[in-house]
DNA sequence: AGATAAATTTAGATGAGTCTAAAAAAATGA
DNA sequence: TCATTTTTTTAGACTCATCTAAATTTATCT
């Protein structure tokens, strides 16, 4: 078995593999684990003895096939927990984060599964990231931040990049939550913020900044 | 806060202190913490240091308030979690216990009391122990081992002494559970072992042990 | 009471996970 | 290219929870 520090460095390096690419660094793994890159050097050679992931001094590190299946384990219990916070006890989406961080570490896969079927096999967590099936398996959605969207595009949100409390509270403020239909409308040339005309015929003003951390299907 | 270990500590002070009394002796609770008595005397002076139990060397010791409501609140929760295991995930009542020992850990008092209201605040878990409200009240109701009544005497089942998921199951086979009526029509001079009707009009023979471990109200 | 046994505490060691400071390797850039 | 900066690793130390072995205190029994 291991332990609830291995398992949180094994799901920082496949979180940050998602975001940089195959190989990830100490200092980002430092980072991400809000430890110092000595612990993190000193983390790694035990991961690489227990073959889970593959390292070599100065090179960086990447997964192996079982240091992902059980990073993706873990994945799949957060966002559960996360759905059945939200769904079942009626936590607000800003709220669930933190719980899911310690009960991600519940081992049993017999209570995940079940765990699954009673909330009914849910595809996506609150804040719209996949949840991984009982294999690992998952699809990630094709999404752009509305960052990335031209003028007079049409787009539903699905997803934030962000899962800040704070971050989470705004939108909800502003009434950008999951499902909801945006048309970008305009993008200020000066600071690069962004007007969207929202379903109820309101027009919002986003910052670049709230725009690059909100995702939508075209 | 306090670790997980420190937790496991309490309640097993707490444990003990129900059956053996106010003051609990260093050698038990090594027993129940499946430790040595010199790492509970480590120990010991640590949580007499947080003021959560009176310790003075050689004497055992007690909770203090403040213990004792910690030790209470962890009781609620592995509870609650066993009830919603059973209820809601439709596991057995022999397959929870581990699972509850795992979960008793999650800190927030929020998700507690919110999955409290969700199962509709139960006033007992899957073996007929009492549930703490979120003030750390409960009754327990009046009962007594099968081993301790008299020929005759009819008693509906409402708990067990023993959570050993072998033991459960074997009540499970036989159909002593929770909530069936049954009726004591002899004892055996010989072994003290003990014949009862049940509602079924099957007669069984349990031993003087399993009889022990069995509560009744009559 | 005095001897022996049992319970408890102390002493010293270990492994996991962390840190700071220093050394070594890799990357950058004039 | 080679000096400087950045990244990473090593060395040594600390805390927490545990252990074994030895010392100490308390309980028991003749
Ligand atoms: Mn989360
Ligand atoms: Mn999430
Ligand atoms: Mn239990
Ligand atoms: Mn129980």
Redesign the pocket.
């Known amino acids: 078995m291991?332990?609830?520090?291995?398992e949180?460095?094994l799901k920082s390096i496949y979180h940050l593999s998602v975001i940089d690419g195959e190989t990830?660094?100490?200092?980002?793994?430092?980072a991400a684990?809000?430890?110092?890159?000595?612990?993190?050097?000193?983390?790694?050679?035990?991961l690489a003895d227990k073959k889970l992931i593959h390292?070599?001094?100065?090179?960086?590190?990447s997964l192996t096939d079982t240091g992902k299946q059980i990073a993706i384990a873990i994945v799949r219990k957060h966002r559960l927990w996360e759905f059945f916070l939200v769904e079942k006890l009626n936590f607000k989406w800003d709220e669930v984060h933190e719980l899911a961080e310690e009960l991600e570490h519940i081992t049993s896969a017999e209570l995940v599964d079940r765990l699954d079927k009673f909330l009914d096999y849910p595809k996506y967590d609150p804040h719209g990231d996949p949840i991984p099936d009982n294999n690992g398996r998952f699809k990630q959605a094709e999404l752009k931040p509305i960052s990335a969207l031209e003028v007079n595009t049409v787009g539903i949100i699905m997803g934030v990049r962000e899962h800040a409390p704070a971050f989470l509270q705004h939108l909800e403020k502003i009434g950008l939550t999951i499902g909801n239909q945006i048309q970008l409308t305009e993008i200020a040339d000066y600071d690069h913020s962004v007007t969207l005309n929202l379903n109820n015929n309101k027009t919002i003003n986003i910052s670049r900044d709230v725009a690059k951390n909100i995702l939508v299907s075209i």
């Not at 990830?24 to 430092?30: F, L, R, Y």
């Open positions: 291991n332990s609830f520090t291995e949180n460095y990830v660094s100490t200092n980002s793994i430092a684990t809000h430890t110092k890159a000595a612990s993190v050097t000193d983390m790694l050679k035990k390292y070599a001094k100065y090179q960086g590190v």
